[in-house]
Nanobody, 124 residues
């Protein structure tokens, strides 16, 4: 069993930055990939970024490439998402997710553990 708790969401002006963090407990953290997804009102939960179990491989949605960076610290059991140059279309609830395998999948079906979500609001 894995428990995930996100933090770091909030209100930021367009062009600003935020850093999200996710703390994990339970199953051996370094054995599974981690991902970030987001869901805007009335929309599907979409892939944002993922990182492999070791941290050596990452994957990003095209919409955030060059602006967002995912990282993990297996010793501290945390995964982070640094978000720069935020845009109004980035506004959503962001979810941390634990995968069922070690590779950085962009597919929700490969994730079996989810946090409660943290709101990111981008003002213009």
């Amino acid at each position: 069993q894995v428990q995930l708790v996100e933090s770091g969401g909030g209100l930021v002006q367009a062009g600003g930055s935020l850093r999200l963090s996710c703390a994990a407990s339970g199953r051996t953290f370094g054995s599974y990939a981690m991902g970030w997804f987001r869901q805007a009102p009335g929309k599907e939960r979409d892939f944002v970024a993922a990182i492999s179990a070791s941290g050596g491989s990452t994957r990003y949605a095209d919409s955030v490439k060059g602006r967002f960076t995912i990282s993990r610290d297996n010793a501290k059991k945390t995964v982070g998402l640094q978000m720069n140059n935020l845009k109004p279309e980035d506004m959503a609830v962001y979810y941390c997710a634990g995968a069922t395998a070690g590779w950085p999948s962009p597919y929700r079906s490969n994730y079996g553990y989810w946090g409660q979500g943290t709101q990111v609001t981008v003002s213009t």
